[in-house]
C-alpha cells in the first residue's frame, strides 16, 4: 500500500511538474532575449540623441558624424549602422565597430527625417544566458520535486505504516490472539478503527470461551447419556435371545462410534487447522461411514457403493472429513433416488496449479436440486423439506477448516464434490483412478 500511495503522489507530482515547468522554462527563454533586446533598444535611444544633436538647423548633417560619443554605447563584437541624411545626396551611411557579425541579433530605431539606425550583436552571449536561466528553472522545479517526493514519502509512511498496523493486527485476531493493543496513530478513522478492534476482541474472547465451556458441557453430558445407554446395552447383551444379544452388541459399536467421534470433534474444533497434519487415508476413513449407511439405504431399496483409490492421502482431521460425508450421505439418502456413489479420484486445481487433488463426489440418480434452491443450499437455516438447514452448512465449515472446499458440481441429478489437497498420491495412483477405480465390497 505505501508503494501505490508513493507512486500516485509521484505521479501527481511530475505531471504538476510538467504542466508548470516547461511553460516557465518558456518563459525564462524568453524574459532573457526581452532583456537583451531592451537593452539594445536603450542604446538606440542614446546614439540617436548624439545623432540628432549634431544636426544643423536644416536637419542635415554637414559634414562628418562625430563619432567619439557614439563608440562607448555599442556592445563589443557588435555593429552599428547609421543612415543620416546629409546636403551631398541626402543620405549617407556609415557603419561603426566589427566589420562582421556572426549569428546576429539586431534591433533598429527609425528617426524620421533624421534617418535611422541598426544595431547588430552576437547572439551567443543572449543564448548562452538563456541557458543559464534554463538550468535555474531545471534545478527549481528539481529541488521542488524533490522536496515533493520527501513529502510524498513521509505522508505515505504516515498513511500507510498504520494501515498496516491495523492489518495484521486483524490477521491476529483472526488466527486467535485476543491480546489487547493500545498503539493508537493520530489519525481519528484508523483510531476508531482499533477502538472497534479492541471492542471486537474483548467480545470475541468472551464469546470463545463460552462457547468452549458450551460444547464442554454439552459433550460431556453427551458421553454421560451414552455411558448410561451402553450400560443398559451391555445387559441386554446377557438376554438369552441370541438375536437380541446381536442388536445389543451392533447398538453398542454404535454407541462407541458416537462416544469417538464426540471426543475427535471436541478436540478437532481446539485445532488450528489441517496445513500441518499427517496425511490421511480417504478411502480407509470412509469405509466405516459407508458402512453405516448402507443399512438404512437397503432398508429404502436402494444402493450405497464406494469406489476410489485407496492409496490416496489427504492432509485432513478424519473426523471432520467423515462427518461432511455423514452429511451428504444422509441428505442422498433423504432428498435424492437410486443408488447413491461415493467415488475418491484425484482431480488437478488448476491450469497454474500442477499439485493434485484428492476429490471425494457424492451423487445419486434422483431428481436433483431445483434452480431456485440450488444459490442457498449451503447457506445456513435453509432448507426446503422442513429439516433444519444446518446439515450441509455445517458439512462445509468442516471441511473448510481443513483448508477444503465443498461444492455442488451438478444440480439434476445430484452431484456434490469435496475437495481436499493431496500429499500422498502417486501418478500410479492418479492412473488407476481415472481408469478403474477398485469398487468396495457391498
Not at 493486527?169 to 493500545?182: E, Q, V, W
Not at 474472547?205 to 448410561?228: F, I, M, N, P, Y
Amino acid at each position: 500500500m505505501r508503494r501505490r500511495i508513493l507512486l500516485s503522489m509521484v505521479a501527481a507530482l511530475t505531471l504538476t511538474t510538467l504542466i508548470l515547468g516547461v511553460p516557465l522554462s518558456f518563459t525564462a527563454w524568453q524574459w532573457v532575449e526581452d532583456i537583451t533586446r531592451n537593452e539594445l533598444r536603450n542604446r538606440l535611444d542614446r546614439i540617436a540623441v548624439e545623432v540628432v544633436a549634431q544636426e544643423k538647423d536644416d536637419g542635415l548633417v554637414h559634414g562628418e558624424l562625430d563619432l567619439r560619443s557614439v563608440r562607448p554605447l555599442i556592445p563589443e563584437d557588435g555593429q552599428l549602422t547609421i543612415v543620416y541624411p546629409t546636403p551631398q545626396d541626402n543620405a549617407s551611411r556609415v557603419d561603426v565597430g566589427a566589420t562582421a557579425v556572426s549569428d546576429p541579433l539586431a534591433e533598429s530605431l527609425a528617426m524620421g527625417t533624421s534617418g535611422s539606425l541598426r544595431l547588430e550583436t552576437p547572439a551567443a552571449p543572449m543564448h548562452s544566458m538563456q541557458r543559464q536561466a534554463l538550468g535555474a528553472v531545471a534545478a527549481l522545479v528539481l529541488i521542488s520535486l524533490g522536496a515533493g517526493i520527501a513529502v510524498a514519502v513521509v505522508t505515505a509512511r504516515r498513511v500507510a505504516d498504520p494501515l498496516r498496523d491495523v492489518a495484521a493486527r486483524a490477521a491476529r485476531l483472526a488466527m486467535g490472539d485476543f491480546r489487547a493493543d493500545s498503539r493508537r496513530h493520530g489519525i481519528t478513522e484508523l483510531d476508531r478503527v482499533s477502538d472497534v478492534l479492541d471492542s471486537a476482541t474483548v467480545e470475541i474472547a468472551g464469546r470463545l470461551q463460552r462457547e468452549h465451556a458450551l460444547v464442554a458441557d454439552v459433550s460431556h453430558q453427551l458421553r454421560s447419556r451414552l455411558t448410561a445407554v451402553r450400560l443398559r446395552l451391555d445387559e441386554l447383551s446377557t438376554h438369552s435371545d441370541p438375536a437380541v444379544v446381536h442388536e445389543a452388541e451392533e447398538a453398542m459399536a454404535q454407541v462407541d462410534r458416537l462416544t469417538g467421534a464426540i471426543d475427535e470433534l471436541v478436540r478437532a474444533s481446539r485445532d488450528e487447522g489441517a496445513a500441518d497434519r499427517d496425511p490421511v487415508p480417504v478411502v480407509a476413513e470412509l469405509r466405516g461411514v459407508v458402512a453405516e449407511w448402507r443399512h438404512p439405504f437397503a432398508e429404502a431399496g436402494r444402493k450405497l457403493v464406494l469406489l476410489g483409490d485407496p492409496t490416496l492421502r489427504a492432509p485432513v482431521t478424519g473426523s471432520r472429513l467423515r462427518e461432511a460425508l455423514a452429511v451428504l450421505v444422509d441428505n442422498a439418502l433423504m432428498h435424492g433416488g437410486g443408488t447413491c456413489t461415493v467415488s475418491v479420484r484425484t482431480v488437478t486445481g488448476g491450469i497454474a496449479d500442477r499439485e493434485p487433488l484428492v476429490c471425494v463426489e457424492v451423487a445419486d440418480e434422483g431428481d436433483g436440486v431445483r434452480d431456485e434452491l440450488a444459490p442457498h443450499i449451503f447457506d445456513r437455516g435453509f432448507s426446503a423439506a422442513g429439516s433444519t438447514g444446518v446439515g450441509l452448512a455445517l458439512a462445509r465449515a468442516l471441511i473448510e477448516a481443513d483448508g477444503g472446499r465443498m461444492e455442488l458440481q451438478r444440480r439434476r441429478p445430484a452431484l456434490f464434490a469435496v475437495f481436499l489437497g493431496s500429499t500422498g498420491g502417486s501418478a500410479a495412483s492418479a492412473a488407476r483412478a481415472a481408469t478403474g477405480p477398485i469398487t468396495e465390497p457391498r
